[in-house]
């Protein structure tokens, strides 16, 4: 590793993302991805400024109850039906160093399988106290937690008979705009995890496995909610100690 | 053996899904009173330094069906050339433009819409000044891993010519997908996954 000191904001390039870690866009497995993804080959292109750069977002932004799903829906007094479990990990940078300030946001359906959306049709029931999204930003040491309920699973219209393994939608700006990511966890031990078209859409399985959320029982909190710890890797800048510098620069 | 690099992977991309609106723009899709409003809906306000201009385009998919459940975000420049982003080192960057924006797609028309500014130039790592342009960032149900673009504009044909970023695609008929249409203040930048349009996507 070639760790400088953390005074500096870094602004080197990316290390080049490894394309054969993360799905291809064509998945016919995945129906949906058979009219959405790209034909034509990317158009390779080394970082610059426009890529380097991106947003950076404040703890003043974060509202008390963002990071709590029981309750930033929830009518006073109540909470979201479901089994209580905390979420919480730290995102790294591929150089194994924290990553602080970065947004993450989740997203998920409710103990019974149901999002909160128009255009949702499946029969489980709509949870009154649960509206499904939630936000924090990692702290120094690029930690970050939330609360909520373990969401349900459901089916879904792509085989005759699929459906999606319990899982949280995740997304992660990092502090360059090519490190945005959107992904999605997964619960350890979940055998409908094997059997689903998106994650298999994955090729390698230790690609998959780094999805899966392991339970985390030193985290647990006795009598109130069992932990999951969701560590999220970003990708990480080259360093520039040596970096050529051109006449004048 | 050798000693181990020590690197971690990144972590893979999932599809955003069908509601992704509920996690990033959840005002948009009915889901009131957790955020006061949606993140990079507002981009510039009464004090930003620019030329206002709109944004407005829609994701297409191989049957030239426009996706409404796609979220577009935009990253760019400020009027001067200069990204409000702690990585910035050239200067600071007009602190009444945060240069990021999301735009959900609209549930029936499919529309994305941004009210921003022109933004200004900024080299390329050489150097060279890249002529202005507004990377974009998409994601929706049925692509696995969000894609990269560039819009440029339609009315800098000269800075466009001599765009270095432009300049390394292969097959000339190809530039035009990364070219808005209209005319200042309005432009559209339409965005085609597949088909003889196919819009230039990056990996960066
Ligand atoms: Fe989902």
Redesign the interface.
């Known amino acids: ?1 070639f760790d400088k000191s953390n005074s500096q ?3 080197g390039p990316f ?5 054969s ?5 064509y ?1 016919p497995g ?1 129906k ?9 080959a ?16 404040g703890h003043a ?1 974060i ?1 008390e ?2 990071n709590d799903l029981i309750h ?2 929830a009518r006073p007094g109540e909470s979201a039906i479901g089994e209580r479990i905390i979420v919480h990990g730290r995102v ?5 160093r924290a990553v602080p300030n970065v947004l993450v ?3 998920q359906a409710n103990a019974g399988g149901r ?6 049709t499946y029969l489980a029931a709509i949870d009154p106290n649960f ?5 924090t930003i990692t702290d120094a040491d690029g930690a970050y937690a939330f609360r909520t309920i373990r969401p349900g699973a459901y089916p879904w219209p792509n085989g005759v008979n699929d459906w999606r393994p319990a899982h949280i ?1 995740f ?2 700006f990092g ?4 490190q ?5 966890m997964y619960f350890e031990g979940d055998p409908m995890i094997w059997k689903c078209p ?2 298999n ?2 090729p390698d399985r230790s ?2 496995e ?2 899966i959320a392991p339970m985390d029982w030193g985290n647990t909190v006795p009598m109130d909610s069992r932990a999951y710890k969701f560590d ?5 800048r080259r360093s520039t100690l040596f970096e050529n510098r ?1 006449e004048g ?1 | 053996m050798a000693q181990s690099l ?19 723009t ?1 005002n948009f ?3 009131t ?4 409003q949606d ?1 990079g809906t507002a981009l510039v306000n009464e004090r930003t330094q620019g030329e206002r201009i709109v944004i407005t385009g829609r994701v297409f ?3 030239g069906a426009p ?1 409404k ?1 796609a979220v577009v ?1 935009i ?3 400020d009027a001067a050339g200069l ?7 050239r200067g600071s960057a007009d602190p009444h433009f ?3 924006g999301r735009g959900p797609a609209d ?1 029936v028309t499919g529309e994305f819409r941004f009210e921003t500014i022109k933004p200004g130039r ?6 060279r000044p ?1 002529a202005p ?1 507004v ?1 974009l ?1 998409i ?10 673009t ?1 819009l440029y504009f339609p009315d800098e044909a000269q800075a466009n010519a001599a765009d270095p ?1 432009l300049a ?2 292969e097959h000339r008929d ?1 530039v035009s997908t990364l070219i808005a249409t209209g005319t200042a203040p309005h432009y559209v930048f339409d965005i085609h ?2 088909g003889p349009q ?7």
């Open positions: 590793m904001p870094e602004t290390f080049a993302r490894d394309r870690w993360h799905p291809p866009a998945t995945y949906t991805s058979v009219l959405r993804s790209p034909q034509r990317l158009l390779s292109l080394g970082s610059t400024l426009s890529e380097i750069t991106g947003p950076v977002f932004m509202g109850l963002d930033n829906f790294l940078d591929e150089r194994g946001e989740f997203w999002y909160r959306h128009k255009k949702e509206g499904g999204c939630g936000r939608h997304s992660i502090h360059g705009f090519v945005r990511l959107i992904t999605q998106i994650v859409a994955i690609a998959i780094q999805l999220i890797v970003l990708r990480g051109r620069n | 020590g690197y971690l992977k990144e972590t893979p991309s999932q599809t955003a899904g069908p509601y992704v609106h509920i996690g990033l959840p899709c009915d889901i009173g957790v955020y006061p993140l998919d191989g049957a996706l459940d975000e990253w760019q420049a990204y409000n982003s702690p990585s910035e080192t945060a240069g990021w549930a900024v080299p390329y790592p050489d150097g890249m342009h990377t960032w994601v929706a149900r049925g692509i696995n891993i969000g894609l990269h560039r970023v390394r695609i190809r996954l597949q196919e819009t230039v996507f990056f990996d960066i």
